[in-house]
């Protein structure tokens, strides 16, 4: 495993590239402990240690994981990435419903250079909204309910104190976005991808330390044990594909001949992704958000708020659980059925001279494919709940305020586990380019 991270640090160029993004890393976790300014840090870490055990940041769990934390501390990138993952979401799900997405997409590289200009512009105002709910929250005291200093975290309350904050935090979510791209283009691996891997790496060492003070050693050790299952799982479920084979006819292009081969067409099991979790995770925190709009200040509740609180907004709630997973598996066929298009991808075999054993060209072909897609998408949205849900099942033993805030479960190790096997891979890619000595020495 670790061989090939020996072999890139031995290589000149790849060892720049590695040492680049460790750099990047750096500077996005220092900018995720410098506070925004106006921002009263000590009052900021007392309410975070006052109610880490309570659940008024549960709707923030989300947003805080992929900043490492950042979110609740108000610093200057307390947005994170989460606003250009939105965009570039939103974008990739236009492509099916506006033309103009659609053949952009088709254009190649200059189609998708314009693609990412409205994912950076969509991401800047996504920020921007962002900023401005949190601080107004701040502003309220709402953002840390259950602390007594909640309505001294903000230095300055004036309408213009208030503004620079969300101009900074704006800003640092647009910095960020700019880290992730020179990663992407100068270093290693997808840069959004591992910036959130280091924001989730981040916390998992005060998650254990909390686990371990709260439950003692020997939930530590089982937490440890059960953690090293679900990676292993996580890990064999992810490299699972169902393999097409694919034959290319034989074809005079000139005076050369072309085709005469045999590959094949990897479909994975987990084809979406950690995407389906993130959108079912964000939907569930809508009934907390609406309850904590609507509740007044005595605190009492209405019969359809006594409902939302007891079955929408308890992760241990059975009710929660079972909705949980049943929207991860629809979003899961949902997502699908955007990304991958059978009809495409048969006509491009056909285009090319290409088809399945067995399987005539053209509509039988995407026929086919679909059926292969939706057999192999079921167990693959299960393992997506079950991995997702397993937090909710465990939270008593956690107990870290909040389902998704356990070290290994859930959406963290869905993203660990995917980005770390997606950047082992391109290291052993760089590496094979490089040493690759063919059939003569």
């Not at 410098?34 to 055990?53: L, M, R, T, W």
């Not at 904590?292 to 709630?317: A, C, K, V």
Request: positive net charge; charged residues 15%.
């Amino acid at each position: 495993m670790f061989s090939p991270l020996v072999a890139a640090f031995r290589t000149p160029d790849l060892r720049k590239k590695i040492l680049f993004v460790v750099g990047i890393i750096v500077l996005y976790r220092l900018g995720a402990t410098i506070p925004s300014p106006g921002v009263d840090y000590k009052a900021v870490h007392a309410c975070i240690d006052e109610v880490s055990h309570g659940s008024s940041a549960d709707i923030y769990s989300l947003i805080s994981m992929f900043s490492g934390g950042a979110l609740l501390q108000l610093s200057v990138f307390a947005i994170g990435i989460m606003p250009y993952i939105t965009a570039s979401i939103i974008v990739q799900l236009l492509t099916v419903v506006i033309p103009r997405f659609e053949q952009l997409r088709k254009e190649g590289q200059s189609g998708q250079a314009k693609m990412t200009q409205y994912t950076r512009y969509l991401t800047v105002a996504l920020a921007l909204l962002q900023s401005t709910g949190i601080v107004a929250l701040a502003d309220r005291g709402q953002l840390l309910q259950d602390c007594s200093q909640a309505d001294q975290i903000l230095n300055d309350q004036s309408i213009f104190g208030l503004a620079i904050i969300v101009l900074v935090m704006t800003a640092g979510a647009c910095v960020v976005m700019w880290f992730g791209e020179l990663i992407t283009e100068r270093g290693i691996g997808n840069g959004m991808s591992l910036l959130i891997f280091a924001g989730i790496a981040a916390r998992i060492p005060s998650e254990g330390k909390m686990i371990l003070d709260t439950r003692g050693g020997l939930v530590f050790g089982l937490v440890c044990v059960a953690a090293l299952v679900i990676v292993a799982g996580v890990v064999f479920i992810e490299q699972g594909q169902r393999r097409i084979p694919v034959q290319y006819a034989k074809r005079m292009v000139g005076r050369k001949m072309y085709g005469g081969s045999s590959t094949y067409l990897p479909l994975k099991v987990n084809q979406a992704g950690v995407i389906p979790v993130i959108f079912a995770s964000s939907l569930l925190y809508l009934p907390q958000l609406i309850l904590q709009l609507t509740q007044n200040s005595q605190g009492e509740q209405s019969t359809w708020q006594r409902y939302i609180s007891q079955y929408l907004t308890d992760p241990s709630s059975w009710v929660y659980i079972l909705v949980y997973f049943l929207m991860i598996i629809f979003f899961t066929y949902f997502y699908v059925a955007v990304t991958f298009n059978p009809e495409e991808r048969a006509d491009d075999m056909k285009k090319y001279g290409g088809f399945i054993p067995g399987i005539r060209p053209g509509s039988p072909t995407a026929d086919y494919l679909g059926y292969v897609l939706s057999r192999i998408t079921l167990p693959g949205s299960i393992y997506l709940g079950i991995i997702a849900v397993l937090p909710n099942l465990f939270l008593e033993i956690g107990n870290s305020g909040g389902a998704q805030n356990l070290p290994f479960g859930g959406t963290a190790v869905l993203i660990m586990v995917g980005v770390g096997l997606d950047t082992m891979k391109q290291v052993n890619s760089q590496l094979m380019q490089r040493k690759y000595e063919g059939f003569l020495k």
